[in-house]
Every structure is written in structure tokens, then in C-alpha cells.
């Protein structure tokens, strides 16, 4: 059957992310409430045991690294308890422009919040170049982000482009009337305002130093991966695919797959609802493993309880380097029949006595 084949092929692990020691950003993405977090952080404390210093980010508005390993994170990194080597922050993609500005050193009467207003979606680029700036200036190996639900992390990706081509316009334009606006402002109020518009082009001339530089990151395999995550169900096999081909547009390297909730048929015990359930998944999973021969496709299991701290998540991360083993299932099993037993038992009971009181 193509699906063992397919199976065989590629190892159904994320190891291929830890043995590359190149990578310095992975983003973890996929449709929402699919396991992104879970995933992310799963994958951020994997790699904390063979890199030196791992940094994982959120950019989901939504924030839930804080939920997830039970720990308040803000835009500063912080070490997350429990591990010496990991930290978390949370960054807002809808930054404060005076914040950001700031940040930038840029106290020249809201420039940036000007351009932000000419140009769509530049504040949000900005603000994203801001980080890439902070975090590369840090000492961090490997950046593991956790994005926003799809379209948001497409737009993200487009960031880089975005910024370059509003600065290209602007570098345009200083080209242009650099000359002319420089006179005129050293004729209306003298030569410190030449200096501010030199200054302030300068200072853009950096900033798209960075972009560039993102951009060129972003588009390298040997330093950017994109995680792909979903489930196995019809829509989000469609997302996926939306997404790996979206990927592939943006020149971004993308080829693991990792599937979340799924049950496994030996977990399903006597229930008629989870057989179902079972049935529709594997039609899916056969779907995932015919399309994505080339990707490691990573399966990872449907928990009874959601998966929260620090605890829940180290063993959950393992099933990202060994496939999932259904020892832990077979107990399940046979607490399930015990349960049977035990109410065949009481029924039995039940009927004896009904019995003895007709005799
Ligand atoms: N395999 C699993 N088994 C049980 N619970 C899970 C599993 N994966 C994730 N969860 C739980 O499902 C919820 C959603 O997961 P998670 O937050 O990782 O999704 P997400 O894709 O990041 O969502 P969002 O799009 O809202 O950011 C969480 O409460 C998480 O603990
Ligand atoms: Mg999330």
C-alpha cells in the first residue's frame, strides 16, 4: 500500500529540525486551534536539549505561550522556568507607532506614524523588523515562532517584501526631491533641519539594511524552516495545502508536516463514536500521505486532557522525535474492559437477585 511506502520514506519525526544545526528561525503555523502552541513549544523544548540558547516568540495577538506553559511572558525574553537554556516572549503585531518610534531613537514629530498611514500594513512591518533586529542582536541559536491562525502568518512573511518595497518608494522619493526639500528646509529655518532630514534618511537606509538582510534569512533553507500543523480533517488538509503552496511562493523552505489529535484506532476501545471518528481520519491521513511524499508527516496524538505546563509539554514533546507508541493504549484498553467487567458483574447481581425473589 503507498501509504506504508510513503511512510518508510521519510522519517515521520521532527528530528530533521533538531540535526540541522544551521536553522536559526522556525515558524510554526497553521489554521487556528489545530495545536500550533502546543506544537511550538513542544518543538522550542526539544531543541532546548541540543542547542545552546533557544528563544521561543509569539505573534499571535491571542498570546498563549503564557497559557501554555502556565508562566506570564511579556515583549522582554524570559527564561521559562523549569529549563536554563529557553526563553518566551510575546510580541504585539499591532504595535504602538510612539512606542515603536521610541524604540527607534526617532523623536522627529511622528514620521514613521506618517508613512504607517501612506503605506499599508508598514506599521506592522516595522514593528516586526523591530523584533528581528532585538532578537538578532541577542544571543540566541535558534527562534522558534509561534504565529498567528494562517492568513495572519502569511502577512508576516510578507513583511520583509512589504517594508522593502515602502522604503524603495521612499528612497525614490528622497532621490528625487532630496535636493529640492533639503534647500528648502535649510532656507526656511537653517541647517539643523537639513541635518534631521539626513538623519531620518539614514536611519531608514538602516532599517531596510535589516529587511534585506530578514528577507535574504527568511529565504535561505539552511537558516529558515516552516512548520506546517493541522488535523486530519477535510478543511484543514485544504488549508494546508493553501499554505504549503503559499509557502513555496515566498521562497520559504517548508517540509515538515505535523498532524495533531489524532486517534489512534488501538485507543478507541468499545466506542462506536471514536470508530467513526477513527474511519474519517485515516481517509485523511491517506490523503496528507499521498500529497506530501517529500514532507516528514509527524502524527501526533489526541490527548484526553488538554495539554498545559511545563510537565504535560516535556512529554508531549516527545512524540515529535519518536513516533507515538501505543503502549500507555493498551492499559487504557484494559481499564475499559475491566469497566465492562465490572458492570456485567453488577448486572448479573442485579438479575440473581431479582431471581431469588421469584423462588
Ligand atoms: N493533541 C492534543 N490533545 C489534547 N489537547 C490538545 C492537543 N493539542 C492541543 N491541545 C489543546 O487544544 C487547545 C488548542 O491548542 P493550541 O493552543 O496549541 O492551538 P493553536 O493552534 O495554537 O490555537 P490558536 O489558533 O488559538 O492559537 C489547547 O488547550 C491545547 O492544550
Ligand atoms: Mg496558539
Redesign the pocket.
Known amino acids: 500500500m503507498s501509504n506504508h511506502v510513503d511512510e518508510e520514506t521519510l522519517e515521520p519525526t521532527l528530528q530533521n529540525v533538531l540535526d540541522q544545526t544551521s536553522l536559526k528561525w522556525i515558524f510554526v503555523g497553521?489554521k487556528?486551534?489545530?495545536?500550533?502552541?502546543?506544537?511550538s513549544c513542544s518543538l522550542a523544548i526539544q531543541l532546548s536539549k541540543v542547542r545552546s540558547q533557544v528563544l521561543i516568540i509569539s505573534t499571535?495577538p491571542?498570546h498563549?505561550l503564557s497559557d501554555?506553559f502556565r508562566q506570564k511572558f511579556t515583549k522582554t525574553p524570559t527564561r521559562v522556568n523549569g529549563f536554563d537554556n529557553l526563553h518566551a516572549m510575546e510580541v504585539d503585531p499591532n504595535p504602538d507607532m510612539s512606542e515603536l518610534e521610541t524604540m527607534e531613537g526617532m523623536e522627529d514629530g511622528g514620521f514613521l506614524a506618517e508613512i504607517s498611514s501612506s503605506i499599508p500594513g508598514i506599521d506592522e512591518a516595522m514593528s516586526f523588523a523591530e523584533v528581528m533586529k532585538r532578537v538578532q542582536s541577542m544571543d540566541y541559536s535558534c527562534i522558534v515562532f509561534?504565529t498567528?491562525?494562517t492568513g495572519h502568518t502569511l502577512r508576516l512573511l510578507q513583511f520583509p517584501s512589504t517594508l522593502e518595497k515602502g522604503l524603495g518608494k521612499l528612497m525614490t522619493l528622497k532621490d528625487s526631491f532630496g535636493g529640492i526639500l533639503s534647500m528648502a528646509s535649510s532656507l526656511m529655518s537653517g541647517p539643523e533641519n537639513e541635518d534631521m532630514l539626513t538623519g531620518m534618511m539614514d536611519k531608514l537606509e538602516k532599517l531596510k539594511a535589516i529587511v534585506e538582510e530578514v528577507n535574504s534569512q527568511f529565504k535561505s533553507a539552511d537558516l529558515t524552516t516552516f512548520v506546517c500543523?493541522c488535523i486530519p480533517e477535510f478543511l484543514s488538509l485544504y488549508e494546508t495545502e493553501r499554505l504549503v503552496q503559499e509557502l513555496a511562493k515566498f521562497e520559504i523552505d517548508c517540509r515538515n508536516i505535523v498532524i495533531?489529535?489524532v486517534i489512534f484506532p488501538e485507543e478507541v476501545g468499545t466506542s462506536r463514536l471514536l470508530q467513526a471518528r477513527v474511519k474519517m481520519q485515516q481517509k485523511y491521513l491517506e490523503q496528507f500521505y499521498d500529497l506530501y511524499e517529500d514532507f516528514h508527516i509527524v502524527k501526533?496524538?489526541?490527548?484526553e486532557?488538554?495539554?498545559?505546563g511545563t510537565e504535560s509539554l516535556k512529554s508531549?514533546s516527545e512524540n515529535l522525535i519518536s513516533p507515538y507508541s501505543h503502549t500507555s493504549i493498551k492499559d487504557l484498553d484494559r481499564h475499559v474492559l475491566e469497566l465492562e467487567v465490572e458492570q456485567l458483574k453488577a448486572k448479573l447481581h442485579d438479575a440473581e437477585s431479582r431471581l431469588a425473589h421469584y423462588c
Open positions: 497553521g487556528g486551534g489545530v495545536g500550533k502552541t502546543t506544537t499571535d491571542a498563549n501554555a509561534d498567528a491562525p500543523v495533531n489529535q501526533m496524538p489526541l490527548l486532557e488538554e495539554v498545559r508531549f
